[in-house]
């Protein structure tokens, strides 16, 4: 029998490594089919628009889609340097699937966006770019998400919610990045590390925040997740500096703070270093000040947030959820019952505190984020007015645990359950359980990653766990 030379041929390239000229034009082939799939793409929202500008509109929407695959895609083709030919293109497919599927969302408009959102975005349509800096508009979020805004509404007479879901989309590609860097610590196989880059952008929680509800807690738990692997690779100033960038964004970065207790005690960090986060905080809010705002109002925005929605909970996986509530009995449960719940979640962190202050001796690289995931799942269970939101960062968080021990793969199974059931809750369609079950999934969570600690921090002094190779 002759030889298949040609079939010979090409099994042997798709096994074969790329070189960076054979990555970019790959990444440059797959960009613009997609660009292709993206033109063709269903925008029910379009059809509000006349006749004569909807092939504008679509153009500029299947460039704006196709460049967050694009970066998607580049990020993937640096990362997997080392992977063979069909593992590359494989990629490239997974990723224009879900991406596609995320542009599949994009036309379900939430009650945030519509009462709130495009509100804002309208009223800066009509002001310079100095004095949108300087209007109080939205003034319980803080400025630089107002910044985003505010870019948002300088393309005129186009339907917002698709930038406003593109941004979303984009941090999620941000997010993926964080996980796999924080991954990186401890598998080194670009394998592992950029199946964590996909999952974690295809987690239930992310992708119902983002694409579909057109959130931005991504945008936070990226640079937080980006804090933690900057910090633990000792590079604590650039570390603490995206901390401060992520609690300019959101006032839940407050719950991944509490890690700067393990990295001090790893010694990541020094103490000098945790200025860097009111800097980079006050510096975020340089162009604000510039437009107008005043020094109290960007320094007390969180203030006004923290005094608003006064109810015992907010569709998150509380402790709460047992309770039989309805509006009022929920506010009136606050006025009774916030003072008890506060300190129920100040015990709780301070429970953690004193058991990473104890074992300071066993505190891993491993030990420091089950520390970190320990508060982002517990605090919250124990506190009033938390939103199904409020325990995103735990969701992701889990995922990264899993790549240190995959037998921890129930930890992102009972705590993105736990959200799922929150989310579904609070967007249109039946619930799939009633929320007191995610207070059981959310509980199981964090008596696992309080065992998986002890475990950790009991285990004596030993070295580092060895690296996994994909």
Same mark, same amino acid.
């Given at each position: 029998?002759?030889? @298949?030379?040609?079939?010979?041929?090409?099994?042997?390239?798709?096994?074969?490594?790329?070189?960076?000229?054979?990555?970019?034009?790959?990444? *440059?082939?797959?960009?613009?089919?997609?660009?292709?799939?993206?033109?063709?793409?269903?925008?029910?929202?379009?059809?509000?628009?006349?006749?004569?500008?909807?092939?504008?509109?679509?153009?500029? !929407?299947?460039?704006?889609?196709?460049?967050? $695959?694009?970066?998607?895609?580049?990020?993937?083709?640096?990362?997997?340097?080392?992977?063979? =030919?069909?593992?590359?293109?494989?990629?490239?497919?997974?990723?224009?699937?879900?991406?596609?599927?995320?542009?599949?969302?994009?036309?379900?408009?939430?009650?945030?966006?519509?009462?709130?959102?495009?509100?804002?975005?309208?009223?800066?349509?009509?002001?310079? !770019? +100095?004095?949108?800096?300087?209007?109080?508009?939205?003034? @319980?979020?803080?400025?630089?998400?107002?910044?985003?805004?505010?870019?948002?509404?300088?393309?005129?007479?186009?339907? &917002?919610?698709?930038?406003?879901?593109?941004?979303?989309?984009?941090? @999620?590609?941000?997010?993926?990045?964080?996980?796999?860097?924080?991954?990186?610590?401890?598998?080194?196989?670009?394998?592992?590390?950029?199946?964590?880059?996909?999952?974690?952008?295809?987690?239930?929680?992310? !992708?119902?925040?983002?694409?579909?509800?057109?959130?931005?807690?991504?945008?936070?738990?990226?640079?937080?997740?980006?804090?933690?692997?900057?910090?633990?690779?000792?590079?604590?100033?650039?570390?603490?500096?995206?901390?401060?960038?992520?609690?300019? $964004? +959101?006032?839940?970065?407050?719950?991944?703070?509490?890690?700067?207790?393990? =990295?001090?005690?790893?010694?990541?960090?020094?103490?000098?270093?945790?200025?860097?986060?009111?800097?980079?905080?006050?510096?975020?809010?340089?162009?604000?000040? &510039?437009?107008?705002?005043?020094?109290?109002?960007?320094?007390?925005?969180?203030?006004?947030?923290?005094?608003?929605?006064?109810?015992?909970?907010?569709?998150?996986?509380?402790?709460?959820?047992?309770?039989?509530?309805?509006?009022?009995?929920?506010?009136?449960?606050?006025?009774?019952?916030?003072?008890?719940?506060?300190?129920?979640?100040?015990?709780?962190?301070?429970?953690?505190?004193?058991? *990473?202050?104890?074992?300071?001796? *066993?505190?891993?690289?491993?030990?420091?984020?089950?520390?970190?995931?320990?508060?982002?799942?517990?605090?919250?269970? $124990?506190?009033?007015?938390?939103?199904?939101?409020?325990?995103?960062?735990? @969701?992701? =968080?889990?995922?990264?645990?899993?790549?240190?021990?995959?037998?921890?793969?129930?930890?992102?199974? =009972?705590?993105?359950?736990?959200?799922?059931?929150?989310?579904?809750?609070?967007?249109?369609?039946?619930? !799939?359980?009633?929320?007191? &079950?995610?207070?059981?999934?959310?509980?199981?969570?964090?008596?696992?990653?309080?065992?998986?600690? &002890?475990?950790?921090?009991?285990?004596?002094?030993?070295?580092?766990?060895?690296?996994?190779?994909?």
């Amino acid at each position: 029998m002759k030889k @298949d030379f040609v079939s010979e041929a090409l099994r042997s390239l798709l096994g074969k490594r790329c070189a960076p000229l054979v990555r970019a034009l790959m990444a *440059a082939a797959a960009t613009a089919v997609f660009y292709q799939f993206a033109y063709h793409a269903r925008y029910a929202i379009l059809d509000e628009f006349a006749s004569f500008q909807y092939d504008e509109f679509l153009r500029i !929407i299947a460039v704006m889609f196709t460049a967050i $695959f694009a970066v998607s895609a580049c990020v993937q083709m640096s990362a997997g340097k080392k992977l063979p =030919l069909y593992a590359l293109v494989g990629l490239l497919v997974i990723t224009g699937c879900v991406t596609l599927g995320k542009i599949s969302l994009l036309d379900y408009v939430s009650d945030d966006y519509d009462i709130f959102l495009s509100d804002w975005i309208y009223t800066y349509s009509g002001m310079g !770019i +100095k004095e949108g800096l300087g209007t109080y508009i939205g003034s @319980d979020y803080t400025p630089p998400y107002l910044y985003l805004m505010l870019l948002i509404s300088r393309v005129r007479n186009f339907p &917002w919610i698709y930038m406003v879901k593109a941004l979303s989309m984009l941090t @999620d590609v941000l997010l993926g990045y964080a996980v796999m860097k924080l991954c990186s610590l401890r598998a080194k196989g670009e394998g592992t590390r950029l199946l964590s880059f996909h999952i974690a952008q295809i987690l239930p929680t992310v !992708i119902f925040n983002g694409a579909y509800w057109g959130q931005c807690d991504a945008i936070y738990v990226s640079f937080c997740l980006l804090a933690l692997y900057l910090s633990l690779s000792k590079k604590p100033l650039r570390g603490m500096a995206a901390f401060g960038v992520a609690l300019s $964004f +959101k006032l839940q970065t407050v719950f991944f703070l509490p890690a700067l207790l393990p =990295l001090w005690l790893r010694k990541d960090i020094k103490l000098r270093h945790v200025l860097m986060i009111p800097a980079t905080y006050m510096a975020m809010m340089i162009p604000a000040l &510039w437009g107008g705002k005043s020094m109290h109002h960007v320094l007390t925005c969180y203030l006004q947030q923290a005094g608003n929605y006064n109810f015992i909970t907010m569709n998150g996986p509380t402790l709460y959820q047992f309770l039989p509530l309805t509006a009022m009995d929920s506010a009136t449960l606050y006025d009774m019952f916030s003072g008890m719940a506060m300190m129920l979640g100040f015990a709780m962190l301070l429970i953690v505190c004193a058991m *990473a202050c104890f074992k300071r001796e *066993a505190m891993t690289q491993e030990n420091a984020l089950l520390c970190c995931l320990l508060v982002l799942g517990g605090v919250p269970f $124990f506190l009033p007015k938390m939103h199904e939101r409020y325990t995103f960062g735990a @969701d992701v =968080l889990a995922l990264v645990l899993t790549v240190y021990s995959p037998k921890r793969i129930v930890l992102p199974l =009972l705590f993105g359950m736990a959200s799922y059931i929150c989310y579904t809750e609070g967007l249109p369609g039946e619930p !799939i359980l009633a929320l007191k &079950w995610s207070t059981v999934f959310q509980m199981l969570g964090i008596a696992l990653t309080a065992a998986e600690l &002890w475990r950790g921090l009991n285990a004596g002094n030993s070295p580092e766990l060895t690296e996994v190779k994909a």
